[in-house]
């Protein structure tokens, strides 16, 4: 196994870990002081490995069929896992994560049907923008600024529901920009 998938391996083994931490926090009633932060900390050398496995794999030619499935997967868990516990937290509205998580729902169906069909449908550039918005979004959740500085709490939710509703809007966009871009992947080829 190269190093690429042992990274993309290792983002996927500190998904429960992170979690625990979130969700263990001492301020979210649990007993894990700083657990916010800890995850945060995860979350982020996580989102690391995701920048660094295809850099590597594309510079020394390390690409695999494992890599090809598993890294857009392992994005997709820690994601996931991150919106779905802050609807736990009541920190993003469920119907949000809902409509994100379909979104990969369809794209990962829409692929398989593609590759069914011999068609490798790279991530564009909207894809790029959304996950990136994501990870920036979930950063600045994790970070939980409003209980550092209260003085500015209320400013500081506006920031955050923007990045919500933004990350929101990149998904629906990056939805509709890879089916008008590949609808002919979904042609009836037995015509």
Known sequence: MNLPNKLTILRTVLIPFFLVALLCDEYNGGFIPYGNWIALFIFAVASLTDM???????KYNL???FGKFMDPLA???????AMIAFVELGRIPCWIVIVIIARE???SGFR???????????AGIWGKIKTAEQMVMICILLADFGNIFPSVSGAIYIVENVLIYIALILTIVSLLDYLIHNKGVLADNNR
């Not at 994005?75 to 896992?81: I, P, R």
């Not at 398989?112 to 790279?122: F, H």
């Open 52 to 58: 660094l496995d295809g850099k590597i794999a594309r």
């Open 63 to 65: 690409v695999t069929n």
């Open 75 to 81: 994005d997709k868990l820690l994601v996931s896992a």
């Open 105 to 107: 729902f369809i794209i």
């Open 112 to 122: 398989l049907v593609a590759a069914d069909n011999g068609i490798v449908i790279a």
